[in-house]
């Protein structure tokens, strides 16, 4: 396909058919590029950049966001550079770049700010708000994302207020608010059924596993992990995580060696991803490691 071809299937939203060939993808951002046609370029990086981040290709997804903002005239496109900023400070919080995120997310609300553009503002807030979460500043964490959210409102966005929900919800779960934090998620879960956001599905039922968890609500918890496990396949650090999830019921259980083995699977499969834990996850391996490590003394 040509890169015109390819940027109209995107367009479309038929991102399947594009996730097989992602250096297709890859190779018709540059080409947009090497032409000077920044719009397209950016376009394109901004309305697939998921493909790379479902499979934890994080440095293919960074080097076509790059291409995609060094494009000559790229400042001129503000929607679709405000969106691929976002894209790429992800892909750079998952690397453990904190300062690349920084200054894209930073970016990002400037560019948005300037053009009364709340879909990009949410986003950019929302990044924000994640760096925060990584940082331990929970309280900002907080903020940030229902200053996003109340723009989103205002906007009349939804769609646009469906991240920065997620990002309070883990705020309040990383205070210990493990009520309120279900709360969030089951608010977070139900818009994006609505939505149709299918793939933020599974991320939900997992962070509701956990909650339930720490809730002490066992059969919960399982439920909501079986629930996760239905999406296998769609998204690497997500499917990596499974067996953690399950080392973490079976530690509840008291079923200690199968915890230690589910433990010891997902961690590998994790580390081969090479991606830094999103905090909230991160706070849950510390906890789990914990507890498997006492039983061993």
């Given at each position: 396909m040509t890169p015109e071809e390819l940027l109209d299937q995107a367009r479309r939203g038929d991102l399947a058919p594009l996730d097989q060939d992602r250096a297709a993808l890859a190779d018709a951002v540059r080409a947009f590029a090497r032409v000077g046609d920044a719009a397209s370029a950016l376009e394109l990086a901004a309305r697939t950049w998921r493909t790379w981040l479902s499979h934890g290709e994080l440095d293919a997804g960074s080097s076509a966001m790059a291409?995609?903002?060094?494009a000559p005239g790229a400042e001129t496109v503000p929607v679709w550079r405000a969106r691929t900023l976002y894209a790429d400070g992800l892909f750079a919080f998952r690397s453990g770049d904190r300062r690349r995120s920084w200054e894209r997310n930073q970016e990002a609300l400037t560019f948005a700010r300037t053009t009364n553009d709340a879909r990009g503002e949410c986003d950019a807030l929302t990044g924000l708000a994640r760096i925060a979460l990584r940082d331990g500043e929970y309280g900002e964490v907080i903020e940030l994302a229902m200053q996003a959210r109340e723009r989103a409102r205002a906007a009349g966005d939804r769609e646009a207020e469906a991240?920065?929900?997620?990002?309070?919800?883990?705020?309040v779960r990383l205070q210990g608010q493990f009520h309120a934090a279900r709360e969030l998620y089951m608010e977070s879960l139900d818009l994006n059924n609505a939505l149709g956001n299918a793939a933020r599905l599974p991320t939900e039922q997992h962070n509701l596993g956990w909650v339930e968890l720490h809730l002490g609500n066992i059969d919960a918890a399982e439920?909501?992990?079986?629930e996760r496990d239905t999406h296998a396949?769609?998204?690497?650090?997500?499917?990596?995580?499974?067996?953690?999830n399950w080392s973490a019921v079976?530690?509840?259980?008291?079923q200690w060696e199968e915890a230690k083995r589910r433990f010891a699977l997902g961690m590998n499969g994790l580390e081969s991803l090479g991606i830094a834990l999103d905090p909230d996850d991160q706070s849950e391996?510390?906890?789990l490691s914990s507890?498997?490590?006492?039983v061993e003394c």
């Open positions: 291409a995609a903002l060094t991240s920065p929900l997620h990002l309070q919800a883990a705020g439920r909501r992990f079986r396949g769609a998204d690497a650090y997500g499917d990596a995580w499974s067996d953690i079976a530690s509840a259980r008291g391996v510390d906890w507890r498997l490590a006492a």
